[in-house]
């Protein structure tokens, strides 16, 4: 168990529909990351925020958005679905402060989205 | 061409043989390199860290850097049944990480 913690385990929706995926990062870590891994594909890197701002961006569509809230856990909003994004989101967390940046980053069991 | 490049694989070998599982890379900021071992689509599981070229070891597992050559491996010495899975390198620096497509391994009884 890495003490990440992502709900819910899987989530079945209609095409045009928003969802929420909900993560709770380690205790004390203060960075969190999202992921989508596709089918046979490799983890794509979403977005990382840390202490609650946004830190880094990838390849995040702009149906997408996400958020840190003050009690550090994150929320990922998935907009107007398409069969396309049906995948495993996964989300990680690292501890960072001021002077220490740690790489090592912790996955949650990851949110099954299947979108029809 | 993509910043981190992973032999594909699949890769199957016989029980107690040793693996070699290798990468590539080409951003000269990568300065930290993980291993991962994720097993049918669960989340990945951190297996070595390193960030210094040179051997790291643990246990059966031993991550191999070579900064110059932009060069990781991941050997696992007597391999079990256990140790099928698809292995993850990821690369970190100047504030990215930035995962390989991952090879697939089966260990044969």
């Known amino acids: 168990d890495s003490g990440v913690t992502q709900t819910p385990k899987h989530l079945i929706t209609a095409t045009g529909q928003r969802v929420t995926l909900r993560c709770s990062p380690r205790?004390?870590?203060?960075?969190v990351y999202w992921y989508q891994q596709s089918l046979d594909q490799g983890l794509q890197f979403l977005i990382q925020?840390?202490?609650?701002?946004?830190?880094a961006k990838g390849n995040i569509l702009e149906r997408f958005s996400a958020q840190q809230f003050p009690d550090l856990h994150s929320e990922l909003n998935l907009s107007s679905l398409e069969l396309g994004d049906s995948a495993l989101y996964f989300c990680?967390?690292?501890?960072?402060?001021?002077?220490?940046?740690?790489?090592?980053?912790?996955f949650g069991p990851g949110t099954r989205l299947t979108v029809t | 061409q993509k910043e981190v490049e992973q032999d594909p694989g699949p890769l199957s070998v016989p029980e107690g043989a040793i693996v070699s599982l290798n990468c590539t890379y080409s951003?000269?900021?990568?300065?930290?390199f993980m291993w991962y071992r994720q097993y049918s689509r669960k989340g990945p599981e951190l297996l070595m860290y390193?960030?210094?070229?040179g051997n790291k070891e643990d246990g059966r597992f031993t991550a191999q850097v070579d900064k110059s050559s932009k060069y990781i491996s991941l050997f696992i010495r007597d391999s079990q049944p256990s140790d099928s899975a698809t292995y993850l390198c990821?690369?970190?620096?100047?504030?990215?990480?930035?995962f390989g497509d991952g090879t697939t391994l089966t260990v044969k009884p």
């Open positions: 990680a967390s690292s501890y960072n402060s001021g002077t220490v940046n740690s790489y090592e980053q912790y």
């Open positions: 205790s004390g870590d203060l960075s």
């Open positions: 925020y840390y202490n609650g701002e946004e830190r």
């Open positions: 951003n000269s900021a990568f300065q930290y």
């Open positions: 390193t960030y210094s070229s």
């Open positions: 990821a690369m970190s620096g100047a504030g990215k990480s930035t």
